[in-house]
C-alpha cells in the first residue's frame, strides 16, 4: 500500500474508514515507521485541542449553565406575558380609558339650564323701564325681595 494521507490517517484515529480501508492503513502502519510519527504527531496534536477546548468549556460553571438553561427553559408566570411592550401599551392604554371613561372623567358636567320664561321675564320687565328717569317706578319683578318692606 501506499503512504495513507494525512486525512485517512485522521479517519483512521477516528474510525470513520470502511473496514478494508481501516484494516489496509493498520497493517501499513504496522511496518511504515515515517507513517507512525506522522500519526502519533496528529494524535498529539487532536489531543492537545481536546483538552484545551475542555478547559475553555470550564471558563462558565456546568452549575451556573444548568441553572440559565433552566431558567430559560423554565415558563415565565402568567403575569409577565404583561410585561413585554408589545402587551404592555395596549392593555395600559385600555385600562387608563376604562377609568376615565368609569370615573366619568370624559363626561361633560351638566350645564345649568335656564328656562325659557325666565328670559321672557326679563324681557317684560326691562321694557317697562325707562331708564334715567329720576321717578321711574321700577316693576316688581326687578326689585329685590328686601326692597319692599324699605320702600317711603
Ligand atoms: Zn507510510
Given at each position: 500500500m501506499q503512504h495513507p494521507t494525512?486525512?485517512?490517517?485522521?479517519?483512521?484515529?477516528?474510525?470513520?474508514?470502511?473496514?478494508?480501508q481501516d484494516a489496509l492503513v493498520y497493517a501499513h502502519l504496522l511496518e511504515c515507521a515515517s507513517c507512525i510519527r506522522i500519526h502519533e504527531r496528529e494524535t498529539r496534536l487532536i489531543g492537545a485541542l481536546?483538552?484545551?477546548?475542555?478547559?475553555?468549556?470550564?471558563?462558565?460553571?456546568?452549575a451556573v449553565s444548568l441553572a440559565l438553561l433552566d431558567r430559560i427553559a423554565a415558563p415565565s408566570p402568567w403575569w409577565h406575558r404583561f410585561t413585554r411592550p408589545v402587551v404592555a401599551l395596549p392593555t395600559a392604554a385600555a385600562l387608563i380609558a376604562a377609568l376615565l371613561l368609569g370615573s366619568g372623567y370624559l363626561h361633560h358636567p351638566k350645564s345649568p339650564q335656564l328656562d325659557a320664561s325666565y328670559f321672557m321675564q326679563d324681557h317684560n320687565a326691562l321694557t317697562h323701564t325707562t331708564p334715567f328717569q329720576s321717578d321711574a317706578a321700577v316693576p316688581a319683578e326687578l326689585a329685590s325681595d328686601t326692597s319692599g318692606d324699605a320702600q317711603p
Open positions: 494525512l486525512n485517512d490517517l485522521i479517519d483512521y484515529d477516528r474510525r470513520e474508514l470502511s473496514p478494508q481536546r483538552s484545551r477546548l475542555a478547559a475553555e468549556e470550564r471558563d462558565l460553571p456546568g
